[in-house]
């Protein structure tokens, strides 16, 4: 069974920072693109950014480029949500999402309408005073 955990998330001030992981289990994150997604009270989920599994291609959306950087580590079957200057609107539950790169043409149709096959359960991030 393919398993995805999440752990990072947390309570920070505005123009804080924050590292989400996440952790495979099982398989290989080597041959997957992974992409993180968020999703505020009341909206839909959104992609934040993805990432190739080779590492060469990613993808921001426009609101976070700049601020957050995405990284793998093929070796620890972990990618990485570096997210910096965060702001109010970044709050909502954070996911991760593997798919497949046979299946997924490009780091941004993932992010922008493919999504994942594979889910973690999601983590907590609020920005708040």
């Known amino acids: 069974q393919f398993l995805l955990v999440e752990s990072g998330g947390g309570l920070v001030q505005p123009g804080g920072s924050l590292r989400l992981s996440c952790a495979a289990s099982?398989?290989?994150?080597?041959?997957?693109?992974i992409g993180w997604f968020r999703q505020a009270p009341g909206k839909e989920r959104e992609g934040v950014s993805c990432i190739s599994f080779s590492d060469t291609a990613t993808y921001y959306r426009d609101s976070v480029k700049g601020r957050f950087t995405i990284s793998r580590d093929n070796t620890k079957n972990t990618v990485y949500l570096q997210m910096n200057s965060l702001k109010p609107e970044d709050t909502g539950v954070y996911y991760c999402?593997?798919?497949?790169?046979?299946?997924?043409?490009?780091?941004?149709?993932?992010?922008?309408?493919?999504?994942?096959?594979?889910w973690g359960q999601g983590t907590q991030v609020t920005v708040s005073s």
């Open positions: 999402a593997a798919a497949p790169a046979s299946t997924t043409p490009t780091v941004s149709a993932m992010c922008l309408y493919r999504g994942g096959d594979y």
């Open positions: 099982v398989l290989t994150l080597d041959h997957y693109v």
